[in-house]
């Protein structure tokens, strides 16, 4: 059975930095396209960043660009999200997706995902 468990989040200042954490179970993070999507209050889940299967190949959205950073730790089987300069605009409840392939062009559509963390809040204080 698979689950993927997301950890971090938190309340933070504008200007500050928080770093997500998402734990796997039932498959291997190495072979499996992931990525990070949130939800702010009143809007749907949009795309945040990706990584393929090759730790050299990740994605941003450009809200998130230089600012955020996808990366994977195979031995602990878990992806992280490390988010720096946080303005109030970040807020909303972030996921971790995950799915075997995602060809290049769907990498920014949920749908394309099978598996889901539970979710877990960024709030972030002007």
């Known amino acids: 059975q698979v689950q993927l468990v997301q950890s971090g989040g938190g309340l933070v200042q504008a200007g500050g930095a928080l770093r997500l954490s998402c734990a796997a179970s039932g498959l291997s993070f190495s072979r499996y396209t992931t990525a990070w999507f949130r939800q702010a209050p009143g809007k749907g889940r949009e795309f945040v960043a990706a990584m393929r299967t090759s730790a050299t190949n990740k994605y941003y959205a450009d809200s998130v660009k230089g600012r955020f950073t996808i990366s994977r730790d195979n031995a602990q089987n878990t992806v992280y999200l490390q988010m720096n300069s946080l303005q109030p605009e970040d807020t909303a409840v972030y996921y971790c997706?995950?799915?075997?392939?995602?060809?290049?062009?769907?990498?920014?559509?949920?749908?394309?995902?099978?598996?889901w963390g539970q979710g877990t809040q960024v709030t972030v204080s002007s």
């Open positions: 997706a995950t799915k075997q392939w995602v060809i290049l062009s769907a990498l920014e559509r949920e749908d394309q995902y099978h598996f």
